[in-house]
């Protein structure tokens, strides 16, 4: 049995009425879905300013991802993280927190850490992009990763990659930092296995072998 009569007007359908309709809602449901699988740019004017617009549909993308050309059809909003785990299956980056909080996703773009999660994948096109996978060489280990194995400062292992990562920026960045330096570079990464005092003294030993 039908709520109410199908000709009967809807008061959401009224000038006056700020949302959405529920008939408009379905007419903009309908055009969604028959946008191309796979779809360029369009142009728009905003501001007196032509603008490119991607997207709703899948767009072509390319990435320079630990010194190798990547290419995907992708969804505009599809996040730098996403992209690497699911369609280049580099899975070093680990999903976690899930909104730019814990740091297991860092990866570095352009050699400065970012959180892969809170990065659009098609913001991250025609930059170098650098994983954990690409650390180790001919199946050695990077001297960050053997310092972590040295003091300890792996438990479940969950957030280590991201730590490895952004402790490779931070001593490109600072050869010989004081402890008060290295609590305050590492702000941005979350352990909860409470390894701290392991991952400290992992980079001291290698700021110490200026590695």
Known sequence: MRDEDENQKNPND???????????????????????????????????????????????????????????????????????????????????????????????????????????????QHKAITTVESLTRDGKLHPIQQAFVDNDASQCGFCTPGFVVA???????HPHPTPEDIRRGLSGNLCRCGTYAGIRKAIAQVAQKGA
Do not use: H, W
């Open 14 to 124: 009224s000038p006056e009425s700020p949302g959405v309709s529920r008939r408009d809602f379905l007419k903009i449901s309908g055009i969604s879905v028959a946008v191309p699988l796979v779809a360029g740019p369009r142009v728009i004017k905003a501001a007196g300013q032509e603008v490119r617009v991607y997207g709703p549909g899948k767009v072509p993308m390319e990435f320079a991802i630990n010194g190798k050309n990547y290419k995907a059809n992708l969804e505009p909003r599809v996040t730098l993280l996403d992209a690497l785990r699911d369609e280049f299956e580099l899975t070093g980056a680990k999903r976690v927190c899930d909104r730019a909080e814990c740091g297991a996703c860092t990866v570095l773009v352009d050699n400065k850490p970012v959180y892969a999660c809170a990065m659009l994948a098609i913001e991250a």
């Open 167 to 173: 402790c490779k920026a931070f001593l490109d960045k």
